[in-house]
T-cell receptor, first 115, second 112 residues
Framework: DAGVIQSPRHEVTEMGQEVTLRCKPISGHNSLFWYRQTMMRGLELLIYFNNNVPIDDSGMPEDRFSAKMPNASFSTLKIQPSEPRDSAVYFC?????????????FGPGTRLTVT | AQTVTQSQPEMSVQEAETVTLSCTYDTSESNYYLFWYKQPPSRQMILVIRQEAYKQQNATENRFSVNFQKAAKSFSLKISDSQLGDTAMYFCAFMESNDMRFGAGTRLTVKP
């Protein structure tokens, strides 16, 4: 299995621009999670999906952030407009709790820099 | 809300020796899951070990084992025969109903 795939691995953009991060979960996993990691706040859960449906988006910082999961094999996290304080590493993770497997497997992360 | 506390920001150990990383958590739930993740300089988050709260037996994975004390809400990680490749940030995580919360992490350095 290829594991969780994220793209791009690095993104540098200017303030005000739209940023889209992409994630492909492990095949067969029905839960998908988006996290943000910063030095100041550590790892924070932004939103998670079960069977493509958003379950808890209470961690999404502002309306500038949105996430979608149009099908079981693809999800996006969009920031519009981006701001310098959005600079962080964004991780996607997936799991299969319906099969009793609650551990989450993480992608390699996207390092976002907003200048 | 569940909180996870890792009281050791940094630790070091000599190669081949044993080290224990501490983690405590706060919850009113009885059914939950606990994990330790490793994040090396590559920043990849790697699952090290997991523990179901309903299991009394401590989980082990090769050189990694946990000491799970449910009443004390403690979940420490023991690394035996430390190797240079164990150098990384280690995160303790608590999960209930798919809501995962992480501790601030412990930076472990294995010295040759």
């Amino acid at each position: 299995d290829a594991g969780v795939i994220q793209s791009p691995r690095h993104e540098v953009t200017e303030m005000g621009q739209e940023v889209t991060l992409r994630c492909k979960p492990i095949s067969g996993h029905n839960s998908l999670f988006w996290y943000r990691q910063t030095m100041m706040r550590g790892l924070e859960l932004l939103i998670y999906f079960n069977n493509n449906v958003p379950i808890d988006d209470s961690g999404m910082p502002e309306d500038r952030f949105s996430a979608k999961m149009p099908n079981a094999s693809f999800s996006t996290l969009k920031i519009q407009p981006s701001e310098p304080r959005d600079s962080a590493v964004y991780f996607c993770a997936s799991s299969s709790p319906g099969q009793g497997r609650h551990e989450q497997y993480f992608g390699p992360g996207t390092r976002l820099t907003v200048t | 809300a569940q909180t996870v506390t890792q009281s050791q920001p940094e630790m070091s150990v000599q190669e081949a020796e044993t080290v224990t990383l501490s983690c405590t958590y706060d919850t009113s739930e009885s059914n939950y899951y606990l994990f330790w993740y490793k994040q090396p300089p590559s920043r990849q988050m790697i699952l090290v070990i997991r523990q179901e709260a309903y299991k009394q037996q401590n989980a082990t994975e090769n050189r990694f084992s946990v000491n799970f004390q449910k009443a004390a809400k403690s979940f420490s990680l023991k690394i035996s025969d430390s190797q240079l490749g164990d150098t990384a940030m280690y995160f303790c995580a608590f999960m209930e109903s798919n809501d995962m919360r992480f501790g601030a992490g412990t930076r472990l350095t294995v010295k040759p």
